[in-house]
Protein backbone atom coordinates (compact mmCIF):
# COMPACT_ATOMS: atom_id res chain seq x y z
CA UNK A 1 0.00 0.00 0.00
CA UNK A 2 0.90 3.66 -0.84
CA UNK A 3 0.70 4.52 2.54
CA UNK A 4 -0.21 2.59 6.02
CA UNK A 5 -2.32 5.27 7.02
CA UNK A 6 -4.39 8.40 6.30
CA UNK A 7 -3.79 11.52 8.13
CA UNK A 8 -6.88 13.84 8.56
CA UNK A 9 -6.67 16.59 5.60
CA UNK A 10 -7.98 17.53 2.41
CA UNK A 11 -7.97 15.15 -0.45
CA UNK A 12 -8.59 14.52 -3.90
CA UNK A 13 -8.17 10.82 -4.41
CA UNK A 14 -10.55 8.53 -6.29
CA UNK A 15 -11.71 5.50 -4.35
CA UNK A 16 -9.59 2.70 -5.57
CA UNK A 17 -9.27 -0.65 -3.85
CA UNK A 18 -5.90 0.39 -2.08
CA UNK A 19 -7.95 3.71 -0.41
CA UNK A 20 -10.96 1.34 0.29
CA UNK A 21 -8.74 -0.51 2.71
CA UNK A 22 -7.31 2.69 4.09
CA UNK A 23 -10.26 3.70 4.95
CA UNK A 24 -11.66 0.53 6.85
CA UNK A 25 -8.07 0.33 8.38
CA UNK A 26 -9.12 3.80 9.88
CA UNK A 27 -12.67 3.19 11.58
CA UNK A 28 -11.70 6.43 13.81
CA UNK A 29 -11.82 8.84 10.62
CA UNK A 30 -15.11 10.30 9.04
CA UNK A 31 -14.60 10.40 5.18
CA UNK A 32 -15.95 12.51 2.74
CA UNK A 33 -16.87 11.10 -0.88
CA UNK A 34 -18.84 13.09 -3.77
CA UNK A 35 -20.59 11.79 -6.91
CA UNK A 36 -18.00 13.19 -9.98
CA UNK A 37 -20.06 14.79 -13.21
CA UNK A 38 -18.83 13.51 -16.26
CA UNK A 39 -16.08 16.12 -16.80
CA UNK A 40 -15.04 15.66 -13.13
CA UNK A 41 -14.97 11.96 -13.94
CA UNK A 42 -13.12 12.28 -17.32
CA UNK A 43 -10.44 14.42 -16.08
CA UNK A 44 -9.88 12.55 -12.53
CA UNK A 45 -9.48 9.09 -14.83
CA UNK A 46 -7.12 10.71 -16.78
CA UNK A 47 -4.78 12.44 -14.18
CA UNK A 48 -5.58 8.52 -12.10
CA UNK A 49 -4.35 6.75 -15.33
CA UNK A 50 -1.32 9.30 -15.96
CA UNK A 51 0.07 8.86 -12.36
CA UNK A 52 -0.59 5.32 -11.96
CA UNK A 53 1.50 4.82 -15.81
CA UNK A 54 3.77 7.46 -14.41
CA UNK A 55 4.60 5.16 -11.32
CA UNK A 56 4.25 1.28 -13.43
CA UNK A 57 6.31 2.17 -16.38
CA UNK A 58 9.38 2.67 -14.82
CA UNK A 59 9.47 0.06 -13.77
CA UNK A 60 9.06 -2.10 -16.71
CA UNK A 61 12.15 -1.96 -19.74
CA UNK A 62 12.22 0.11 -22.59
CA UNK A 63 10.62 -3.17 -24.64
CA UNK A 64 8.00 -3.87 -22.26
CA UNK A 65 7.13 -0.44 -22.12
CA UNK A 66 6.47 -0.16 -25.48
CA UNK A 67 4.28 -3.63 -24.90
CA UNK A 68 2.69 -2.43 -22.44
CA UNK A 69 1.25 0.73 -23.98
CA UNK A 70 0.04 -0.76 -27.23
CA UNK A 71 -1.91 -3.83 -25.09
CA UNK A 72 -3.82 -0.73 -23.34
CA UNK A 73 -3.82 0.65 -26.59
CA UNK A 74 -5.38 -2.78 -27.87
CA UNK A 75 -8.10 -3.12 -24.88
CA UNK A 76 -9.42 0.65 -25.57
CA UNK A 77 -9.89 0.09 -29.04
CA UNK A 78 -11.71 -3.23 -29.24
CA UNK A 79 -14.54 -1.17 -27.06
CA UNK A 80 -17.32 -0.20 -29.37
CA UNK A 81 -17.17 2.93 -30.72
CA UNK A 82 -13.12 2.78 -29.94
CA UNK A 83 -11.72 1.39 -32.86
CA UNK A 84 -10.52 4.41 -33.96
CA UNK A 85 -7.46 4.33 -31.23
CA UNK A 86 -5.45 1.53 -32.76
CA UNK A 87 -3.65 3.35 -35.06
CA UNK A 88 -2.47 5.36 -32.09
CA UNK A 89 -0.18 1.96 -31.36
CA UNK A 90 3.57 3.26 -30.84
CA UNK A 91 6.05 2.17 -33.37
CA UNK A 92 9.60 0.35 -32.25
CA UNK A 93 11.75 2.73 -34.08
CA UNK A 94 15.32 3.52 -33.00
CA UNK A 95 13.36 7.50 -33.19
CA UNK A 96 10.12 7.77 -32.15
CA UNK A 97 9.62 11.46 -30.61
CA UNK A 98 8.77 13.57 -33.28
CA UNK A 99 10.41 17.36 -32.58
CA UNK A 100 10.45 19.47 -35.39
CA UNK A 101 8.83 19.88 -39.33
CA UNK A 102 10.10 22.22 -41.42
CA UNK A 103 9.47 23.66 -44.63
CA UNK A 104 11.45 22.47 -47.53
CA UNK A 105 13.14 26.03 -47.94
CA UNK A 106 14.44 25.43 -44.35
CA UNK A 107 17.32 23.87 -43.57
CA UNK A 108 18.36 24.99 -39.83
CA UNK A 109 16.29 23.50 -36.98
CA UNK A 110 14.31 25.91 -35.08
CA UNK A 111 15.31 26.35 -31.39
CA UNK A 112 13.62 24.42 -28.91
CA UNK A 113 12.54 25.97 -25.85
CA UNK A 114 14.27 24.41 -22.86
CA UNK A 115 10.66 23.87 -21.51
CA UNK A 116 8.84 20.73 -23.01
CA UNK A 117 6.47 21.88 -25.68
CA UNK A 118 3.93 19.25 -24.53
CA UNK A 119 4.14 20.40 -20.68
CA UNK A 120 2.60 23.21 -19.39
CA UNK A 121 5.13 25.28 -17.66
CA UNK A 122 4.77 28.05 -14.78
CA UNK A 123 8.00 30.14 -15.08
CA UNK A 124 8.52 32.25 -11.96
CA UNK A 125 12.44 34.02 -12.55
CA UNK A 126 13.33 31.36 -10.14
CA UNK A 127 16.96 30.66 -10.18
CA UNK A 128 16.85 27.53 -11.64
CA UNK A 129 13.78 28.23 -14.14
CA UNK A 130 15.02 29.29 -18.06
CA UNK A 131 14.90 32.27 -18.78
CA UNK A 132 11.29 33.63 -20.13
CA UNK A 133 12.43 36.33 -22.90
CA UNK A 134 14.40 32.96 -24.61
CA UNK A 135 11.52 30.53 -24.21
CA UNK A 136 8.80 32.41 -25.54
CA UNK A 137 11.67 33.73 -28.37
CA UNK A 138 12.19 30.23 -29.20
CA UNK A 139 8.73 29.07 -29.37
CA UNK A 140 7.70 32.08 -31.12
CA UNK A 141 9.81 31.18 -34.12
CA UNK A 142 7.57 28.23 -35.39
CA UNK A 143 4.01 28.33 -33.52
CA UNK A 144 0.99 28.85 -34.90
CA UNK A 145 -0.52 30.49 -32.32
CA UNK A 146 0.50 31.77 -28.74
CA UNK A 147 -1.76 31.40 -25.26
CA UNK A 148 0.14 33.82 -22.38
CA UNK A 149 -1.30 34.33 -19.18
CA UNK A 150 0.66 37.57 -17.64
Same mark, same amino acid.
Given at each position: ?20 ? +? !?? #???? *? ?6 ? /? ?38 LAAEEGLDYTR??? +? !?? #???? *? ?6 ? /? ?26 LEREIRSELQS ?8
Open positions: MENASLKPGLYERLLDEELSE +L !LK #ACPE *LVPTLEKL /DDEGETAYFSQFLGRLMREVLPQAGHRHRLELVNRLIELCRR +L !LA #APKT *LLTQVRPP /DRSDPWPHPETPLSISSLLTGAADDPPCDRVDILV
